[in-house]
């Protein structure tokens, strides 16, 4: 089972909100990646669990905060977002693990929209 | 430095017109090239792996070759419904969880 499913689709916030992006899958992943695609740009590695741990985040700034609570949620969340945040927000699975990382399985991300 | 660079950034076809994208790499220790769809709005949608030069992948009317340098995605006569984004990627050379991905093609398939 490759699907992933993110919620919610779309999200609207301002800068003093917090809110969170979920991600869930079934049927067993290594790792799950977090991705930000900006529009005509290719999406751009924020994190990276492996087994439920984090392995690599990619200098992104601390108003990001993944979690992993168990092997099928992965989490997002956002505090004091600034308007060049806006963007799509991808989850990924990768079956073949970190070291395996080409073939990634996306959903179809949250387009969030930061006021 | 790893590299990964698509050509052309844009792409009209009539439908039926058949035509190729390129994808070039820098990269050392090749573990993989990986191609994507994408259309407006969504999440990539995974293709094909390539490993070694000389390989080729097909699905419908797309096929995947790969050189030491780059690698191809012929489309054979498209459909409008082939038109999206075309993404190649390779991961880095260190051994970590990251892919490089290319600039992408925009493909649009006029009927």
């Known amino acids: 089972d490759t699907e992933v499913t993110q919620t919610p689709k779309h999200l609207v916030m301002g800068m003093t909100n917090k809110k969170s992006l979920k991600c869930e899958q079934h049927m067993g992943h290594r790792a799950m990646y977090w991705y930000k695609q900006k529009a005509k740009k290719p999406p751009e590695l924020m994190f990276v669990y492996s087994y439920e741990k984090l392995s690599i985040n990619e200098s992104v700034p601390s108003r990001f905060s993944p979690e992993c609570p168990n092997s099928s949620l992965l989490n997002l969340h956002l505090h004091a977002l600034q308007p060049e945040d806006s963007a799509l927000y991808l989850c990924?699975?990768?079956?073949?693990?970190?070291?395996?990382?080409?073939?990634?399985?996306f959903g179809e991300g949250s387009r969030l929209t930061v006021l | 430095e790893d590299q990964v660079t698509q050509s052309p950034e844009a792409l009209r076809l009539q439908e039926g017109e058949s035509s190729s994208l390129n994808c070039s790499y820098t990269v050392s220790g090749l573990r993989g090239l990986f191609w994507y769809r994408q259309d407006p709005g969504k999440g990539p949608e995974f293709l094909f792996t390539l490993y070694s030069a000389g390989e080729e992948k097909e699905k419908e009317r797309l096929k995947a070759t790969l050189t030491k340098k780059e690698s191809f995605l012929h489309i054979t006569a498209p459909k409008p419904e082939d038109s999206a984004t075309y993404l190649c990627a390779v991961p880095r050379s260190s051994n970590t969880g990251k892919l490089i991905f290319g600039q992408g093609t925009t493909l649009q398939v006029k009927p």
């Open positions: 990924a699975k990768s079956v073949g693990g970190i070291g395996n990382t080409g073939e990634l399985f």
